[in-house]
Structure formats: structure tokens, C-alpha cells
């Protein structure tokens, strides 16, 4: 019976303590009051400036280290201007030499392009003699049948085709008559050199965009600077109609204003702070 008494007040002890924890969990925890009132200053995220003299001092001085040398820096000193001179002359010759060198190349390059010029230059002769950049307005005439203003779309090209026609022939004329006087007059080293910058234009023409004529003398290492005309292209390109109406004929534009920022003694850029 002892025994039954001690295993009864163990277990009665065991539950006490595996109900303790429980217990301190479940119980409620105090909540602030409502009515308590925090105390301390309140600061705006967005506080008035307030200019004085230090500010404009600070400005002043930003402005001031803004202005560029009236004189460069290389031109300070004897040495230095030597040696720039020097080294201008330098690479000037080196480029020169360089393309002399590659000068059966070029004239190689531009006998391969001449068919092309040719045939590029035809083509466009026959499209200005012809009125065939007004080709497409004429038809959208005709297809919004508008009588009246494809007669006088029509009456236009023909005024403009028959005084492009004369201007030819006349040109054609002069043009034979003196590669007549050339040839039998002029010596031998005009006719070479006629037919090299004859040659010479017709490759210039035939040469692809993507393919310039000449190679490049020096390699640069950085990378193209960009232009605002780029960027505009690439705005244009985009197909926004707010930007097509800024960049249209009646558009205000889209300027570029140019930022300086201030340079520092050390020749970093240095940031001009207000005291708030």
C-alpha cells in the first residue's frame, strides 16, 4: 500500500511539472496601454532648405574648379609641347606609310566594286530620269481614286521627265565632245589618270556600308562614344507616340542639356551637399 501511494504521488508530481510549461504558454500577455504617448521630436523626411552663405560659398567654389584651362596643360611647359608635337608627327607618318603600303590593295578593292558602281550609278540615273521616287504618291492616288490629283501628279512628272531628258542629252553632248579633245590631245598619263578616278568613283560607289575601303592604321581600344543622333534613331525606332510627336516637324524636341559635375582638388568628382 506504501508502494501505491509513493507511485501515485509521482506521477501526480510528473503531471505538475509536464503541465507547468503549458501553462506558463496559455497565460495572456499585457498589452501596452492605448493611451500612452511616445515621447521625442518629430523630423520631416522632406525638410525646407535654407540657404546662406556657406552655400553659396560652396557653389562658388564648385563653379570655379568647372572652368576649363585657358591654355591646355601640354602647352604650359616647352618639354611637354615637344613631346606632343613629336608624337603627333610620329603617328601622322606612321598612318601615312601605312595605307602607302596598301595602296595596290585599295586600288585592287575598288576595280572589284566598279561593276557594282556602274550599275548602282545606271540605276539611279533612270530613276531621277524617270520621276520614280514620285512613283508611289501616284499610285495612291489612283487608289483613293482621286481623279483630279493624279492628272495633276501626272502632268508634273511628265514636265519634270522631258526637262531631266534635255538636261541629259546636253550633258551626254559635253561629255563626249570632251573625252574626244582628251584623247586625241591630252598625253598618255591624262588618260590613266582619267580612267583611275573614273575607276576610282565607280568603286566608291559600289562599296558596300558594312565594307569600308580602307583598313584601319590603329585599333582602338575603347568603345565608339555615343551620339544624340544614335539615340534618337533609337527612340524613333521604338514606335512610342509620344516621342514620335516630339521628334515630328511640329515636336517641341528632345534636348540633351549638358551636366558638369564639380572636380575636386584631387581631380575626382566631388558632390556639393546642402545643410538642411
Same mark, same amino acid.
Given at each position: 500500500m506504501a508502494v501505491t501511494e509513493d507511485m501515485h504521488d509521482g506521477i501526480t508530481a510528473d503531471l505538475q511539472d509536464e503541465t507547468s510549461p503549458l501553462t506558463s504558454i496559455t497565460e495572456p500577455k499585457q498589452t501596452p496601454d492605448e493611451n500612452d504617448v511616445l515621447e521625442g521630436t518629430v523630423v520631416l523626411v522632406d525638410q525646407p532648405h535654407r540657404s546662406g552663405a556657406d552655400d553659396l560659398l560652396a557653389e562658388l567654389a564648385a563653379r570655379r574648379q568647372e572652368r576649363s584651362p585657358l591654355v591646355p596643360v601640354w602647352l604650359r611647359s616647352r618639354a611637354d609641347a615637344l613631346q606632343v608635337l613629336k608624337w603627333q608627327a610620329e603617328h601622322t607618318g606612321y598612318v601615312f606609310t601605312y595605307h602607302l603600303l596598301r595602296?595596290?590593295?585599295? #586600288? +585592287?578593292?575598288? &576595280? !572589284?566594286?566598279?561593276?557594282?558602281?556602274?550599275? @548602282?550609278?545606271? $540605276?539611279? =540615273?533612270?530613276?531621277?530620269l524617270f520621276d520614280l521616287e514620285g512613283h508611289?504618291?501616284?499610285?495612291?492616288?489612283?487608289?483613293?481614286?482621286? #481623279? +483630279?490629283?493624279? &492628272? !495633276?501628279?501626272?502632268?508634273?512628272?511628265?514636265? @519634270?521627265?522631258? $526637262?531631266? =531628258?534635255?538636261t541629259l542629252l546636253t550633258s551626254a553632248i559635253a561629255l563626249l565632245l570632251a573625252s574626244t579633245v582628251v584623247t586625241l590631245v591630252a598625253p598618255a598619263w591624262v588618260h590613266w589618270a582619267t580612267v583611275g578616278i573614273l575607276i576610282a568613283v565607280l568603286g566608291a560607289i559600289g562599296s558596300p556600308a558594312d565594307k569600308p575601303l580602307l583598313d584601319r592604321a590603329v585599333v582602338p581600344t575603347r568603345v565608339r562614344?555615343?551620339?544624340?543622333?544614335?539615340?534618337?534613331?533609337?527612340?524613333?525606332?521604338?514606335?512610342?507616340?509620344?516621342?514620335?510627336?516630339?521628334?515630328?516637324?511640329?515636336?517641341?524636341?528632345?534636348?540633351?542639356?549638358?551636366?558638369?559635375?564639380?572636380?575636386?582638388?584631387?581631380?575626382?568628382?566631388?558632390?556639393?551637399?546642402?545643410?538642411?
Amino acid at each position: 500500500m506504501a508502494v501505491t501511494e509513493d507511485m501515485h504521488d509521482g506521477i501526480t508530481a510528473d503531471l505538475q511539472d509536464e503541465t507547468s510549461p503549458l501553462t506558463s504558454i496559455t497565460e495572456p500577455k499585457q498589452t501596452p496601454d492605448e493611451n500612452d504617448v511616445l515621447e521625442g521630436t518629430v523630423v520631416l523626411v522632406d525638410q525646407p532648405h535654407r540657404s546662406g552663405a556657406d552655400d553659396l560659398l560652396a557653389e562658388l567654389a564648385a563653379r570655379r574648379q568647372e572652368r576649363s584651362p585657358l591654355v591646355p596643360v601640354w602647352l604650359r611647359s616647352r618639354a611637354d609641347a615637344l613631346q606632343v608635337l613629336k608624337w603627333q608627327a610620329e603617328h601622322t607618318g606612321y598612318v601615312f606609310t601605312y595605307h602607302l603600303l596598301r595602296t595596290p590593295k585599295y #586600288a +585592287a578593292k575598288l &576595280l !572589284a566594286r566598279t561593276p557594282a558602281g556602274a550599275w @548602282r550609278a545606271l $540605276a539611279g =540615273l533612270v530613276r531621277w530620269l524617270f520621276d520614280l521616287e514620285g512613283h508611289p504618291v501616284r499610285r495612291a492616288a489612283v487608289a483613293k481614286e482621286q #481623279a +483630279a490629283e493624279y &492628272l !495633276a501628279l501626272s502632268k508634273q512628272r511628265d514636265s @519634270r521627265v522631258k $526637262a531631266r =531628258l534635255w538636261t541629259l542629252l546636253t550633258s551626254a553632248i559635253a561629255l563626249l565632245l570632251a573625252s574626244t579633245v582628251v584623247t586625241l590631245v591630252a598625253p598618255a598619263w591624262v588618260h590613266w589618270a582619267t580612267v583611275g578616278i573614273l575607276i576610282a568613283v565607280l568603286g566608291a560607289i559600289g562599296s558596300p556600308a558594312d565594307k569600308p575601303l580602307l583598313d584601319r592604321a590603329v585599333v582602338p581600344t575603347r568603345v565608339r562614344k555615343l551620339t544624340s543622333d544614335q539615340v534618337l534613331d533609337a527612340l524613333g525606332s521604338l514606335g512610342i507616340s509620344a516621342i514620335n510627336q516630339a521628334l515630328g516637324k511640329k515636336g517641341r524636341g528632345i534636348t540633351f542639356p549638358a551636366r558638369s559635375c564639380a572636380m575636386g582638388r584631387a581631380g575626382g568628382p566631388r558632390s556639393i551637399s546642402r545643410s538642411a
